[in-house]
């Protein structure tokens, strides 16, 4: 697999991670489907 660089004017970069930020409020509410799922799958 190639590797693909980015660039701008003066830089070059590559890129490997998507990094997700969640706000705290929101977290909650994700963990809690998160779990709803997995409890589902295990049973």
């Known amino acids: 697999m190639a590797n693909k660089l ?3 004017a003066h830089t070059k970069w590559l890129c ?3 990094i997700v930020f ?4 929101r977290r909650k509410a994700i963990f809690n489907q998160y779990r709803r799922d997995l409890r589902d799958y295990i049973r």
């Not at 969640?22 to 409020?25: L, M, Q, V």
């Open 6 to 8: 980015n660039s701008l």
């Open 16 to 18: 490997k991670y998507h």
């Open 22 to 25: 969640i706000p705290k409020y």
